[in-house]
Protein backbone atom coordinates (compact mmCIF):
# COMPACT_ATOMS: atom_id res chain seq x y z
CA UNK A 1 0.00 0.00 0.00
CA UNK A 2 1.25 3.82 -0.48
CA UNK A 3 -0.18 6.69 0.92
CA UNK A 4 -0.32 9.57 -0.91
CA UNK A 5 -0.85 13.34 0.87
CA UNK A 6 -1.62 16.46 -0.12
CA UNK A 7 -2.09 19.43 1.95
CA UNK A 8 -4.76 22.53 0.88
CA UNK A 9 -5.63 25.46 3.07
CA UNK A 10 -8.66 27.34 2.70
CA UNK A 11 -9.18 31.22 3.84
CA UNK A 12 -12.57 31.98 4.82
CA UNK A 13 -14.20 35.47 6.16
CA UNK A 14 -16.68 33.41 8.62
CA UNK A 15 -15.08 32.76 12.25
CA UNK A 16 -13.19 29.14 12.56
CA UNK A 17 -15.83 28.48 15.31
CA UNK A 18 -19.23 28.95 12.68
CA UNK A 19 -17.00 27.26 10.20
CA UNK A 20 -16.53 24.32 12.43
CA UNK A 21 -20.37 24.05 13.23
CA UNK A 22 -21.40 24.22 9.88
CA UNK A 23 -18.94 22.12 7.85
CA UNK A 24 -18.40 19.57 10.48
CA UNK A 25 -21.23 19.55 13.76
CA UNK A 26 -24.20 20.76 10.93
CA UNK A 27 -22.47 18.79 7.21
CA UNK A 28 -24.75 15.91 7.35
CA UNK A 29 -27.89 18.27 7.53
CA UNK A 30 -26.68 21.51 5.52
CA UNK A 31 -24.26 20.11 2.41
CA UNK A 32 -27.58 17.83 1.22
CA UNK A 33 -29.45 21.27 1.43
CA UNK A 34 -27.34 23.95 -0.48
CA UNK A 35 -25.22 21.20 -2.64
CA UNK A 36 -28.16 18.69 -3.76
CA UNK A 37 -26.14 17.83 -7.35
CA UNK A 38 -23.30 16.62 -4.91
CA UNK A 39 -24.63 15.14 -1.98
CA UNK A 40 -28.38 13.74 -1.96
CA UNK A 41 -28.11 12.60 1.85
CA UNK A 42 -26.35 11.32 4.67
CA UNK A 43 -27.51 8.17 6.49
CA UNK A 44 -26.12 7.05 9.93
CA UNK A 45 -25.82 3.03 9.87
CA UNK A 46 -24.41 2.99 13.34
CA UNK A 47 -23.22 5.40 16.10
CA UNK A 48 -24.43 8.63 17.61
CA UNK A 49 -22.40 10.81 15.19
CA UNK A 50 -19.08 10.94 17.23
CA UNK A 51 -15.84 9.12 16.64
CA UNK A 52 -16.79 5.36 15.48
CA UNK A 53 -19.90 6.28 14.01
CA UNK A 54 -20.58 4.76 10.55
CA UNK A 55 -22.60 7.04 8.00
CA UNK A 56 -23.43 6.40 4.09
CA UNK A 57 -23.17 9.28 1.76
CA UNK A 58 -25.51 9.01 -1.05
CA UNK A 59 -24.00 11.38 -3.72
CA UNK A 60 -26.45 13.58 -5.57
CA UNK A 61 -27.04 13.37 -9.77
CA UNK A 62 -24.45 15.71 -10.63
CA UNK A 63 -21.49 13.12 -9.13
CA UNK A 64 -19.81 10.39 -11.00
CA UNK A 65 -19.89 8.11 -7.83
CA UNK A 66 -23.27 6.43 -6.35
CA UNK A 67 -22.02 6.13 -2.44
CA UNK A 68 -19.06 5.96 -0.49
CA UNK A 69 -18.91 4.44 3.32
CA UNK A 70 -17.89 7.66 5.89
CA UNK A 71 -16.58 6.41 8.94
CA UNK A 72 -15.78 9.24 11.67
CA UNK A 73 -12.32 8.81 13.20
CA UNK A 74 -11.95 11.62 15.51
CA UNK A 75 -14.19 14.95 16.49
CA UNK A 76 -12.91 17.59 18.96
CA UNK A 77 -15.07 20.58 19.17
CA UNK A 78 -12.23 22.62 21.31
CA UNK A 79 -9.70 22.23 19.14
CA UNK A 80 -11.78 22.80 15.86
CA UNK A 81 -10.29 19.00 14.32
CA UNK A 82 -11.94 16.28 12.63
CA UNK A 83 -10.95 13.76 10.81
CA UNK A 84 -12.92 10.54 8.82
CA UNK A 85 -12.24 8.33 6.33
CA UNK A 86 -13.98 6.97 3.54
CA UNK A 87 -13.78 3.11 3.77
CA UNK A 88 -16.35 1.48 0.95
CA UNK A 89 -17.87 2.90 -2.11
CA UNK A 90 -17.33 3.39 -5.69
CA UNK A 91 -16.02 6.70 -4.81
CA UNK A 92 -13.07 5.02 -4.23
CA UNK A 93 -12.64 3.23 -7.81
CA UNK A 94 -11.02 0.00 -7.40
CA UNK A 95 -7.60 1.62 -6.42
CA UNK A 96 -7.54 2.69 -2.78
CA UNK A 97 -8.12 0.95 0.47
CA UNK A 98 -9.43 4.36 1.74
CA UNK A 99 -8.90 7.97 1.57
CA UNK A 100 -8.53 9.58 5.28
CA UNK A 101 -9.07 13.58 5.77
CA UNK A 102 -7.93 15.56 8.70
CA UNK A 103 -9.46 19.10 9.19
CA UNK A 104 -8.34 21.47 11.24
CA UNK A 105 -10.16 25.32 11.10
CA UNK A 106 -7.86 27.64 13.00
CA UNK A 107 -8.64 31.78 13.41
CA UNK A 108 -6.85 33.67 10.58
CA UNK A 109 -4.76 36.33 11.75
CA UNK A 110 -6.89 39.29 10.18
CA UNK A 111 -10.48 38.13 11.00
CA UNK A 112 -12.55 34.89 9.42
CA UNK A 113 -10.40 31.39 9.64
CA UNK A 114 -8.50 29.15 7.46
CA UNK A 115 -9.39 25.58 7.23
CA UNK A 116 -6.24 23.59 6.59
CA UNK A 117 -6.93 19.52 5.08
CA UNK A 118 -4.73 17.27 4.37
CA UNK A 119 -6.20 14.37 2.26
CA UNK A 120 -4.19 10.66 2.75
CA UNK A 121 -5.66 8.00 -0.25
CA UNK A 122 -4.10 4.65 0.52
CA UNK A 123 -3.81 3.03 -2.45
CA UNK A 124 -4.37 -1.01 -2.94
CA UNK A 125 -0.73 -2.26 -3.71
CA UNK A 126 1.70 -0.02 -5.57
CA UNK A 127 -1.72 2.03 -7.32
CA UNK A 128 -0.88 5.52 -8.70
CA UNK A 129 -2.95 8.13 -8.43
CA UNK A 130 -2.54 10.91 -11.36
CA UNK A 131 -2.09 14.24 -10.89
CA UNK A 132 -5.43 14.94 -12.05
CA UNK A 133 -7.35 12.69 -9.65
CA UNK A 134 -5.86 14.79 -7.09
CA UNK A 135 -6.54 18.08 -8.07
CA UNK A 136 -10.07 17.24 -9.03
CA UNK A 137 -10.20 16.01 -5.26
CA UNK A 138 -8.97 19.42 -4.33
CA UNK A 139 -11.47 21.36 -6.44
CA UNK A 140 -14.47 19.46 -4.73
CA UNK A 141 -13.05 20.52 -1.54
CA UNK A 142 -12.82 24.30 -2.31
CA UNK A 143 -16.14 24.03 -3.89
CA UNK A 144 -17.82 22.34 -1.07
CA UNK A 145 -16.44 24.61 1.68
CA UNK A 146 -16.95 28.12 -0.61
CA UNK A 147 -20.42 26.72 -0.24
CA UNK A 148 -20.74 25.93 3.00
CA UNK A 149 -19.08 29.43 3.99
CA UNK A 150 -20.99 31.23 1.28
CA UNK A 151 -24.88 29.51 2.95
CA UNK A 152 -22.98 30.87 6.41
CA UNK A 153 -22.69 34.15 5.29
CA UNK A 154 -25.84 34.47 4.20
CA UNK A 155 -27.53 33.21 6.71
CA UNK A 156 -25.64 34.13 9.67
CA UNK A 157 -28.14 32.50 12.40
CA UNK A 158 -27.32 29.10 11.42
Known amino acids: ???????????????????FKAMVLDADTLVPKIMPQAIKSVEILEGDGGVGTVKIIHFGEGSHYKSAKHRVDAVDKDNLTHTYSIIEGDALAGALESITYHIKIVPAEVGGSICK??????????????????????????????????????????
Open 1 to 19: MVAITYDIEIPSAVPAAKM
Open 117 to 158: NRSIYNTKGDVEISEEKIKEGKEKAMAMFKAIEAYVQANPDC
